[in-house]
């Protein structure tokens, strides 16, 4: 069965590095988003891309977030410089109709 | 501020009761509601969806939306011990994006 799959699954990083993370959409599906999960919080919502573009940013997704979809398969959320507040779990997830999201297995961020 | 509501738990249920959980959300134009179950560390994982007033059966579970409440529930029937996670609630607009619930930590007692 198809998956999104998210390298690294762990990442360990100093406050004000650049991290970026990887994610693998399923082939067909065109639509992708990035969310996040702070430890025993709820799944936010990041970005949504679509067509090469951002479709939507919440928020959370100021200046120090960039995502870029760099050849036909791979989809890369950039933290510039991370601060503390940065650690959680990352998801990146993919719809074939922008509907019934598929999560990868997430990229667990520590920043220290 | 589009809102998605559920009572966080935990819920706790004896084995092969039924599991009852809620959701309740605030963007009335919201079209496609979805319910997602989460284990510990892992990533949310899609069990069912359900676009229309009503009720939408798949194996032990039950979906049911109540538009005009603003309402969503799923129904786990003869619950199991590998059924106790956390579910989360997630709705969507055509165009916007997924909102999701906090969750709701289900624990089913052998």
């Known amino acids: 069965e198809p998956e999104v799959t998210q390298t690294p699954s762990h990442q360990v990083t100093q406050m004000g590095q650049e991290v970026i993370l990887r994610c693998v959409p399923i082939?067909?599906?065109?639509?992708f988003y990035w969310y996040r999960q702070i430890l025993g919080q709820k799944v936010e919502f990041l970005v949504s891309?679509?067509?090469?573009?951002?479709?939507?940013k919440s928020e959370i997704f100021d200046d120090q977030f960039s995502v870029e979809r760099p050849d036909g398969s791979n989809f890369t959320l950039k933290i510039r410089s991370t601060k503390l507040e940065d650690s959680a779990m990352y998801f990146c997830?993919?719809?074939?109709?922008?509907?019934?999201?598929?999560f990868g297995s997430g990229t667990q961020l520590s920043v220290l | 501020q589009k809102e998605v509501e559920q009572n966080s738990g935990p819920l706790s249920v004896p084995e092969g009761a039924i599991a009852s959980l809620n959701c309740t959300y605030s963007d009335r134009g919201s079209q496609s509601f979805f319910w997602y179950r989460q284990y510990s560390g892992k990533s949310p994982e899609l069990i069912m969806s359900i676009y229309s007033n009503g009720d939408k059966e798949d194996g032990r579970f039950t979906a049911q939306l109540n538009k005009a409440s603003q309402y969503v529930s799923l129904l786990i029937r003869d619950s199991q011990p590998s059924d106790s996670a956390t579910y989360l609630c997630?709705?969507?607009?055509?165009?916007?994006?997924?909102?999701f619930g906090p969750g709701t930590r289900l624990s089913v007692l052998p």
């Open positions: 997630a709705v969507y607009n055509y165009g916007q994006n997924f909102v």
């Open positions: 082939s067909n599906h065109l639509y």
């Open positions: 997830a993919s719809s074939q109709d922008d509907e019934k999201l598929f």
């Open positions: 891309f679509y067509n090469n573009e951002i479709s939507e």
